[in-house]
């Protein structure tokens, strides 16, 4: 529930003033009435025992003085009504048996008042008694002073309660209209002038300061307000060359958006580059073969023509039987070349960026020795013993054959460029070849492939490319498959291949690592699920 | 011998008993004598004249007057009633008992109508109090034995 601060103020000051009021009002009076009544009451009672001790005194030791200072000390009461000396009397019956007491006054005061012994306490006359018992008198003093001037009193004390509690009230009420007043405007101001501020508006600020903590706060939020206010400033200026260094960024992104992809773009043309230059180089053995007999049968029929032209038929003969086969190994070769532009055909065709059951130990298979003949195209020197150990009990495998077949081929040439790579303890023979300490350095390549059985059961393949190069140093093996890292110099790689193999892998829902010790080789190893 | 000391019992008995009866006689005639032997009237030299009449006596006495001619104010002195002089006086000068004088006086100061008297149990502090008092007024049994102090003639009479 909202409560005003006015509200919060004025509810204790009134609570405080109202009940004070009604004290004052109230119980103060009733409470002093009662004091004064109970006093009153009192102080007759002890006139009237110090009477009737000054009585027995002066009966008994015959000293009067006592009962002459008590009765001056009544008598100069405002009060004083009268005093009875009252004389009590027992009379017994004829027979002594029964007997009756009978007050009667004695001596009175004033000497003509007319109180009797039996007059008991009203609201005008206040009677009090003391008992006397002397030998000469046995009775009582009955002292009666009159209420007029306690009841006086008591209207009084009623009338300055009133009177106080009246001015309790409008003090009050005034205290607690200038403590509203000197404490809610300047809150209120404040309130106000903090709300325009949460909007927006940093101009504001109070100009009145009240002499007290409150005055202190408008001050503080004043210099508050200036310094959000610079800081504002100074944000919209940082602002402002955020805003210029974000598009500088965004176009830095931009550009290296377009330089990633160009660098993708290069790798994958230089994979491509490799894959065709090995795709080429297959070709060409068997169009060298078509070309050579071609070539040689053309000569044997110059041959056997000039032999039909010399009548030497049985000559002509065997020259046809030679060219027949020669013929024969050109379609065979022909043929090789037809299915190997056949199968590119296929591969080219069917590459739909689809999942497709795939012979995995073909594709490993063609693979490697693409890149083998590839690298041997760029490079006639290069020189790799390859080994496969194919698992044939895999069967297909549902992969993207070119992108998986990318992959292999990225780790093939890594592999087959680590084994050109000397390695320290080997150093280079005359004749060419790495001798190492306990022999010749033969380059190898090895790829292999297992049928693969994960925790959860599933049947997949695993594939392994191994060599047996420099290894790769622990400083930067947890750096291979970040995009642009390479240890090629530069201008011969884009350090992007690892990298894209590892999103081809993971893509498929496989797996890549690398088992790889120094001065050893290295092995990578893939594992595709089914 | 045995005869002898019932002799000398009855002779010594006799003796007691003669003596007896005077002493008893002797303190009747003292009493006898106290209550009625004259009272002399004693008073301060300041206020109380040296003389008066009988009358005027009784009213000063009875409480009737509260000051003398001179203005001062009447100061009372008695002996208790339980004293000889007391009794006396009770008897000659208020003609009541102990009793009723006690009562007549408990009235009279009771209703403010007289001053206190004083009373002593001795002559020797009556004529004190008489002596040092101006305007005081007493009654003793005999002469005054303390300076400073006048007996008052009552009707050309030393003595009541």
Redesign the interface.
């Known amino acids: 529930m909202y409560v005003t601060l006015k509200a919060k103020i004025w509810l204790p000051v009134l609570t405080i003033v109202f009940l004070f009021s009604f004290f004052t009002m109230f119980y103060f009076p009733n409470r002093e009435g009662k004091m004064l009544l109970n006093n009153y009451n009192n102080e007759v009672q002890n006139l009237a025992s110090t009477v009737a001790l000054g009585?027995k005194i002066?009966?008994k030791e015959?000293?009067?003085?006592g009962?002459?200072t008590a009765?001056?000390f009544v008598?100069e009461n405002s009060g004083f009504l009268f005093?009875n000396?009252i004389q009590i009397d027992t009379l017994w019956d004829n027979e002594h048996v029964h007997f009756n007491l009978r007050e009667s006054v004695?001596?009175?005061?004033p000497?003509k008042s007319k109180y009797p012994a039996e007059m008991v306490s009203n609201d005008s006359i206040l009677i009090k008694r003391a008992p006397i018992q002397a030998p000469?008198?046995s009775g009582d003093v009955q002292l009666g002073f009159s209420t007029e001037e306690i009841n006086e009193n008591m209207k009084n004390v009623r009338r300055t309660s009133l009177m106080a509690s009246g001015g309790i009230l409008i003090v009050g009420l005034i205290l607690g209209l200038l403590m509203a007043r000197n404490i809610s405007i300047p809150v209120r101001a404040l309130r106000d002038a903090a709300l325009r501020v949460g909007q927006g508006d940093l101009n504001q600020t109070i100009k009145k300061f009240p002499k007290d903590e409150i005055g202190d706060l408008s001050k503080a939020f004043n210099h508050m307000v200036q310094d959000l206010s610079k800081a504002r400033s100074q944000l919209l200026q940082a602002n402002e060359k955020l805003s210029q260094t974000n598009n500088l960024l965004e176009s830095a992104l931009d550009d290296l958006k377009s330089t990633q992809a160009q660098l993708i773009h290069s790798e994958k043309m230089a994979s491509l580059g490799e894959l065709t230059a090995g795709i080429a180089h297959e070709i060409q053995n068997p169009l060298n073969f078509v070309n050579n007999f071609s070539e040689v049968n053309s000569e044997l029929i110059d041959e056997m023509q000039d032999e039909i032209k010399s009548g030497n038929f049985e000559e002509a003969v065997k020259l046809s039987r030679q060219i027949k086969e020669n013929q024969e190994k050109v379609n065979f070769h022909g043929k090789r070349a037809d299915g190997i532009v056949k199968g590119m055909l296929l591969h080219s065709r069917s590459n739909r960026g689809e999942k497709e059951p795939t012979d995995i130990n073909a594709l490993a298979d063609e693979y490697l020795r693409l890149a083998y003949h590839g690298l041997r195209a760029k490079d006639k020197t290069f020189n790799a013993t390859i080994k496969t150990e194919f698992d044939e009990s895999i069967g297909k495998i549902n992969i993207i054959p070119q992108d998986i077949g990318r992959v292999l081929l990225n780790l093939i040439t890594n592999a087959f460029y680590a084994v050109s790579t000397p390695k320290p303890s080997a150093p280079k023979s005359p004749e060419g070849d790495f001798k190492t300490p306990d022999g010749v350095f033969i380059p190898t390549v090895i790829v292999s492939t297992k049928r693969f059985k994960s925790p959860s059961g599933d049947i997949g393949a695993e594939i392994r490319v191994s060599d047996n190069g420099p290894g790769i140093p622990d400083t930067i093996k947890d750096k291979i498959f970040q995009p642009f890292f390479t240890t090629k110099p530069t201008g011969q790689g884009t350090g992007l291949g690892l990298s894209l193999s590892y999103d081809i892998i993971k893509a498929h829902g496989g797996e890549i690592k690398v088992e790889t010790k120094e001065g050893e080789g290295t092995t990578f190893i893939v594992i595709l699920p089914a | 011998m045995m005869n002898t000391i019932p002799r000398i019992g009855q002779l010594y008995s006799l003796q007691v008993v003669k003596h007896l009866v005077i002493l008893i006689a002797m303190l009747l005639a003292t009493i006898v004598h106290g209550q009625n032997s004259p009272l002399t009237i004693i008073s301060n030299p300041k206020g109380c004249p040296t003389e008066m009449k009988e009358s005027e006596l009784k009213s000063i006495f009875l409480g009737e007057r509260q000051r003398w001619r001179t203005g001062d104010k009447i100061q009372v002195a008695l002996m208790?009633?339980n004293t000889s002089i007391g009794k006396n006086t009770c008897g000659r000068m208020y003609n009541m008992t102990e009793?009723e004088l006690?009562?007549y006086?408990?009235?009279l100061?009771?209703?403010?109508k007289a001053?206190?008297?004083a009373?002593f149990n001795t002559v020797g502090e009556l004529q004190n109090f008489v002596s040092e008092n101006p305007g005081a007024i007493g009654i003793i049994d005999q002469s005054p034995t303390v300076s400073g102090i006048q007996v008052v003639s009552i009707d050309g009479k030393q003595t009541l």
């Open positions: 009585v002066a009966l015959q000293n009067y003085e009962i002459q009765m001056e008598k005093v000396l004695f001596i009175a005061y000497v000469l008198l | 208790k009633t009793d006690k009562k006086w408990l009235a100061v009771f209703q403010g001053e206190a008297p009373f």
